[in-house]
């Protein structure tokens, strides 16, 4: 919510604009090539292989675009927005589907997107008011840390278990 809100004035702030034209381009460009591979990571070596870098490259596009001063660095700002904010969608979606029981898959897939779109639907309103006090750097670097706390939530809601889950079908292969 905060990139799709906020990256047109941002561009602006940092004299990119010509360049920020490009941002997405490069995040539909690398999510075209990178979503089939992580698509089929998940399948062959289970979620945590794919959600926890996918944390973690959200948090590292977050942190280069706080720190863009060139357009090298938005353009590769937007990459790491597509292994992180992308493969975490897809991915997400996914494992939904894979944990809701057949005849609620329906349900699982809605509530999904439902709970995505009211984050990008209220997301910028509550970030917007701290941008007077931070600025779109800070902003961006606050995010940060906030994707990354999002680490401990998912191992506790998701990953723990999916571990063990992963831990059981090897010992059950062998």
């Known amino acids: 919510a905060s990139i799709v809100s906020f990256i047109n004035v941002y561009a602006i702030e940092i004299q990119l604009q010509d360049i920020a ?10 999510l075209l090539f990178t979503r089939p591979i992580t698509g089929r990571l998940l399948d062959l070596k289970g979620d945590n292989i794919v959600i926890y870098p996918a944390i973690i490259f959200l948090a590292i596009c977050l942190v280069l675009l706080s720190q863009a001063e060139n357009g090298i660095v938005l353009l590769l700002s937007g990459a790491f927005l597509a292994l992180g904010f992308g493969t975490l969608v897809s991915s997400g979606q996914a494992i939904a589907v894979k944990e809701a029981p057949k ?30 006090f931070v ?40």
């Open 21 to 30: 034209s490009l941002f997405f381009i490069v995040y539909a460009i690398v």
């Open 103 to 132: 005849e609620r898959v329906g349900l699982a897939v809605s509530t999904f997107f439902i709970c995505l779109d009211g984050g990008v639907g209220v997301g910028p309103y509550l970030i917007g008011f701290i941008i007077p």
């Open 135 to 174: 600025g779109f750097r800070g902003m961006y670097l606050i995010l940060a840390i906030f994707v990354l706390l999002t680490v401990i939530l998912y191992y506790f809601l998701h990953g723990k278990e999916a571990a063990m889950r992963r831990k059981k079908q090897l010992r059950d292969v062998s």
